[in-house]
């Protein structure tokens, strides 16, 4: 289990379609070019248009599924709504388990994203702090939780 406050916001200059990506990229790589991710987009999760506020949570899988690659093939799977705001804290939590993993909001008893096909398959890796172009992204508290051994 990964858990970590995070706060993002587009960087000061940047175009407006800038969201303020920000997230945690976990099973990477030693050299970091293959990596599984969940990022949020804060400025997504109170905006007036509908299908963006679908795109405020995210999940994508480095190089081979990146996620313009997901949203074409399996619209709305890898994506989801949660209420987020541009610069505030928010927790991220990430479970995964096998090719399983959840991410909830908040403190939320309920994952607001769920994927049940990791696009690596059962493998492990390091834990990274992720960040969009054009963001300005804040970390705190992190904190990892190895699985538990199978008896």
């Given at each position: ?6 706060a ?38 109170r ?96 904190k ?8």
């Amino acid at each position: 289990m990964i858990e970590v406050d995070v706060a993002g916001l587009p960087a000061e200059g940047s175009d407006a379609g800038a969201r303020g990506f920000v997230g945690i990229s976990f099973r990477t790589s030693d050299d970091g070019s293959k990596y599984e991710c969940f990022w949020i987009r804060p400025t997504n999760g109170r905006a007036d248009n509908q299908l963006r506020r679908n795109h405020s949570t995210q999940y994508a899988s480095y190089p081979e599924y990146p996620w313009n690659r997901l949203r074409q093939e399996s619209p709305g799977v890898y994506e989801s709504y949660a209420d987020l705001e541009a610069g505030v804290w928010t927790k991220l939590k990430i479970v995964v388990d096998g090719v399983h993993a959840r991410l909830f909001i908040n403190g939320a008893a309920q994952p607001a994203l769920v994927v049940n096909d990791l696009k690596h398959g059962v493998t492990e890796g390091k834990v990274g702090l992720w960040i969009g172009s054009e963001a300005d992204a804040y970390f705190s508290n992190l904190k990892i939780t190895p699985a538990a051994s199978p008896r």
